[in-house]
Nanobody
Framework: QVQLVESGGGLVQAGGSLRLSCAAS????????MGWYRQVPGKERELVAR???????NYADSVKGRFTISRDNAKNTVYLQMNSLKPEDTSVYYC??????????????WGQGTQVTVSS
């Protein structure tokens, strides 16, 4: 059983900053990547940022230069530093974890989501 616990969401004014955290625990054999996605009602969930076990990162074009993803391997925790926030960043943010099982299967886990609201 794998659990993802997110924290750090909230309400902030445009131009402000927030830092999201996501701690993974449980039966984790081999982490492939961790990341953050976001979703607003009526739209598909979209990738915000992702970091692989080797440290490679990729970002959505809309957040490049403003958001930074990082990871503490020892704590199985991923962070998302969000600066220069815009009202269009308002969304529920979900942490994701992809692992390779002992049988070689790819598993993807999701957190419960944390609300980020940016006021104009």
């Amino acid at each position: 059983q794998v659990q993802l616990v997110e924290s750090g969401g909230g309400l902030v004014q445009a131009g402000g900053s927030l830092r999201l955290s996501c701690a993974a625990s449980g039966s984790i054999f081999s982490i492939r990547a961790m990341g953050w996605y976001r979703q607003v009602p009526g739209k598909e969930r979209e990738l915000v940022a992702r970091i692989t076990s080797g440290g490679s990162t990729n970002y959505a074009d809309s957040v490049k230069g403003r958001f930074t993803i990082s990871r503490d391997n020892a704590k199985n925790t991923v962070y998302l530093q969000m600066n220069s926030l815009k009202p269009e960043d308002t969304s529920v943010y979900y942490c994701s974890l992809s692992t390779i099982s002992t049988s070689g299967y790819l598993n993807i886990y999701w957190g419960q989501g944390t609300q980020v609201t940016v006021s104009s």
